[in-house]
């Protein structure tokens, strides 16, 4: 609907191997047609659901077909100016690099030409603010993570502030964050943002309670926070205490099952709550959605009024990482568009 696609958008939370289209995921597979890419391979489609293990099985198909420096540099060009038609101001697109042996791509090439492409669409006036979250993969334990933080420590001194974070994902059910905490909390004195993925399935209690007193500066997911679903107020307290945003991605987490349909999503609880949360994708190739989308789920599933919408996406402004000169940018877009519509 065209009130959603023209609402300014902020989007916080997307994985850049999981937000690519299905036009781009073709582009790919005509390189490399020994790899017989069907389109279940690299999307879960309307209806359809999996479960969090086989969404991590489609990563690592999507990951055989973007494995060089020209492919990056594709995929993020597309996946930028794909947020920006759907209506996306500002994007922090997260990505963990990799180390390709065979298409000699290290992981300072894969996070140059993430930039590059940042820096492109910059310069063809692209109408979208892009940073960057470099990304650990939980997978590949601690010495990896450390390695990532100095990576990422360097970018941002280096990247004229569009590196502006570390983000913590990779499936859940690997490895336990206390072996992470030192790569962490490094990250955090050296004045990177940390967005961390947070307590996306049950039973990691104990680790949400030690990331959280970090504290992070956002939260991903946070499906399993509160008490209703087997979380603990002590946890929500300190969520609340610290002000830490949430970022909730509903079709995501239908389609992955770790909600069981959307009317239940936690989005409900902390908005009832009033703690800030931002709308985001996730993943929009792989979960088949888009910003606008997400933002019409919500409002349907939770009966938001236009003007709750508004104040939504407005509000997602205060959880950005760039700096606060960049957050009056955006307010006045937001300001701009508003006296235009009424
Ligand atoms: P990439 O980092 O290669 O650009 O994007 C894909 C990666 O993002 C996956 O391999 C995984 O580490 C991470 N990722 C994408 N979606 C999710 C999700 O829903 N949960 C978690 N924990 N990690 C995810």
């Given at each position: 609907e065209d009130f959603y696609r023209q609402l300014p958008k902020v989007e916080l939370h997307a994985h850049l191997n999981g937000s690519v289209s299905f036009q781009t995921i073709e582009k790919l597979s005509r390189r490399k047609p020994?790899?017989?890419?069907?389109r279940s391979m690299t999307a879960i489609g309307k209806g359809q659901r999996r479960s969090l293990d086989e969404c991590f099985e489609v990563f690592k198909v999507i990951h055989q077909l973007v494995d060089a420096e020209e492919e990056i540099l594709m995929v993020a060009t597309d996946v930028i100016k794909e947020f920006a038609a759907d209506g996306v101001k500002y994007l922090e697109l997260r990505s963990t690099p990799r180390e390709e042996k065979n298409t000699g791509l290290t992981k300072r090439l894969y996070v140059e030409t993430i930039l590059k492409a940042i820096q492109q669409c910059k310069k063809e006036e692209v109408d979208i603010d892009v940073r960057f979250l470099v990304a650990i993969?939980?997978?590949?334990?601690a010495e990896v993570a450390m390695e990532t933080v100095k990576l990422a420590e360097e970018y941002m001194l280096s990247s004229d502030g569009l590196v502006v974070g570390l983000d913590l994902s990779g499936d859940?059910?690997?490895?336990?964050?206390k072996d992470l905490l030192p790569a962490l909390q490094k990250a955090k004195n050296c004045g990177l943002k940390l967005s961390l993925h947070l307590s996306e399935v049950p039973s990691q209690l104990e680790e949400t309670d030690l990331l959280l007193s970090l504290p992070p500066d956002r939260i991903g997911h946070g499906t399993f926070l509160h008490p209703e679903v087997g979380g603990s107020q002590n946890l929500v307290d300190k969520v609340v205490q610290n002000n830490i945003p949430l970022e909730l991605c509903l079709t995501s987490n239908v389609k992955g099952q770790t909600v069981p349909c959307y009317s239940n999503h936690h989005f409900k609880y902390w908005y009832q709550l009033g703690h800030p949360c931002v709308i985001c994708t996730d993943d929009k190739g792989v979960f088949s959605t888009d910003l606008s989308q997400e933002y019409q789920l919500a409002a349907s599933t939770f009966s938001l009024s236009r003007e709750a919408v508004w104040t939504l996406s407005q509000q997602a402004i205060d959880c950005i990482f760039a700096p606060d000169a960049v957050k009056q940018q955006l307010r006045q877009k937001w300001a701009d568009v508003q006296s235009q519509v009424s």
């Open positions: 020994h790899l017989n890419i069907e993969d939980r997978r590949n334990g859940p059910t690997v490895g336990h964050g």
